[in-house]
């Protein structure tokens, strides 16, 4: 879930369609499935670029939301629920779970001096420095901050997370678990969920004190279990998603001690169930540097869906870019892989069987349904989105090169052109979960027998 402190980058757009082809790929396996998306709204960092834009954070955030939930439509995503941390059955959600904190006597009031990392929005601890700044932030200045704040016993859950940990189901990849376990077990610190209101406005009230607001990671990890409907559960989704069902979380790989640690804890406090898996996406650089406002150097995935489309940003974020490590990202790499792999590639060979069949069968190739070939499947499965683009890819490849030694263009030999049909569905079928457009477009054209128009994806 994104935090609203600027407009939607392309990284966002990375862990966003990640998570929208694995919803896709388990609904085509029949499974029922609850996406949810949305954006974190509450914290310093939203408050102080909210002053910096002239505005209060309400409508700040507003505008931003609006921002966040256009990506459904230009990255044609099929999320079933957006939740603002800011709407009000939010609100009760993360009130509600303190509470459960408090009864379990997770929550205690204590006088604390420490640095404070606006940007990632947490203290750091002493044995973190480097040169006295945040290790993630070394161009920032970390904010002093000396108050009486409410504690989470983190401590306590030291055991109990390491047993969770234990799993090898509950992280991908394999490696960030061997993170997360040595943060568990170079000690956990109880950590403050509240700031002194009059110093920091921008939270949720804490229950039963009105001069505290909340910690804004506190509130906002609760989005996966406020957006099921809990506390209560009038339409059944939190029993049947959340206790009954498989749960998986997509986040960046900074945020592992967050979502793999503090909001397991929290789940433990509050007697919940744990968080079945989390998968950490890499972070995309431009030219090897951290994309950053400030450096100016982000990419807006608004302009590129104009200029190259939808499906055009899907399967390079997919097929070109690592799911797990850092990638790189320039425009001069995307539009060569577009022309080589979807002007050429994919296009063309669509083009080309199309019009031979258009000019050789009287009547459109009988398809239907086809399944998936089990190595996709084994890909997908363990989220290797780039080696399952790569199979595609291998299996368009093979296509040209059969056209290239059959030239049916010459022989007209009506059984091979039908076969080169066939193969180009069971294509576009494998395509349908990344490139559902596309998909579509080629299965519309073979039904019926008759080249589209205009080229699937243009030259540029
Ligand atoms: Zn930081």
Not at 16 to 22: E, G, L, M, T, Y
Not at 216 to 245: E, H, M, R
Request: a neutral charge; glycine letters at 6%.
């Amino acid at each position: 879930m994104p935090y609203v402190n600027a407009d939607p980058h392309i990284g966002f757009a990375l862990e966003i369609v990640q998570a929208d082809i694995i919803a896709r790929f388990k609904r085509l396996l029949g499974h029922e499935v609850f996406f949810n998306f949305g954006t974190d709204e509450h914290g310093q960092k939203v408050l102080k670029a909210a002053e910096k834009n002239g505005l209060d954070p309400q409508a700040y955030t507003d505008q931003l939301a609006l921002k966040f939930g256009d990506l459904k439509k230009i990255l044609n995503l099929s999320y079933d629920n957006f939740v603002r941390t800011t709407d009000a059955h939010h609100i009760k959600a993360a009130q509600y779970i303190w509470k459960l904190a408090d009864e379990s006597g997770d929550i205690y009031k204590k006088k604390y001096r420490g640095l404070y990392c606006v940007s990632c929005e947490r203290f750091i601890k002493e044995s973190e420095l480097r040169n006295n700044k945040c290790p993630e932030h070394p161009g920032k200045e970390l904010e002093e901050v000396e108050e009486e704040n409410y504690f989470f016993k983190f401590s306590k859950y030291q055991d109990k997370l390491l047993k969770y940990l234990n799993n090898p189901r509950v992280i991908t990849p394999d490696w960030r678990r061997k993170e997360a376990i040595n943060f568990v077990k170079n000690g956990l610190e109880d950590f403050p969920i509240s700031r002194l209101k009059n110093r920091m406005s921008w939270g949720i009230p804490v229950p039963g004190d009105e001069d505290h607001v909340m910690y804004v990671w506190f509130d906002a990890l609760t989005n996966y279990i406020s957006s099921l409907g809990w506390p209560g559960d009038k339409n059944g989704n939190f029993k049947k998603f959340w206790q009954d069902g498989e749960t998986l979380q997509f986040a960046g790989k900074d945020q592992v001690r967050f979502q793999s640690l503090m909001w397991q804890a929290m789940l433990m406090s509050a007697g919940l169930k744990n968080t079945d898996k989390v998968f950490y996406h890499g972070f995309i650089n431009i030219r090897g540097e951290k994309i950053s406002k400030s450096v100016g150097n982000t990419i807006d995935p608004f302009k590129i869906v104009e200029e190259f489309g939808t499906d055009a940003l899907r399967y390079y974020l997919l097929a070109q870019v690592s799911p797990v490590e850092d990638s790189d990202f320039t425009f001069e790499l995307f539009k060569e892989a577009y022309n080589a792999n979807l002007a050429n590639g994919l296009g063309n060979l669509t083009s080309r069987i199309i019009k031979m069949a258009e000019d050789n069968l009287e009547e459109p190739t009988e398809v239907s349904g086809e399944n998936m070939p089990q190595e996709l499947l084994n890909h997908l499965e363990k989220f290797e989105l780039n080696k399952a683009c790569n199979f595609i890819w291998s299996k368009i490849s093979k296509l040209d090169g059969e056209i290239q030694e059959k030239k049916p263009w010459e022989s007209k030999d009506k059984k091979v052109i039908k076969n080169l049909v066939l193969d180009l569905y069971r294509i576009s079928k494998m395509l349908e979960p990344f490139m559902p457009e596309t998909s579509e477009k080629i299965i519309q054209a073979i039904k019926e027998n008759k080249k589209p128009e205009k080229p699937l994806f243009e030259r540029k």
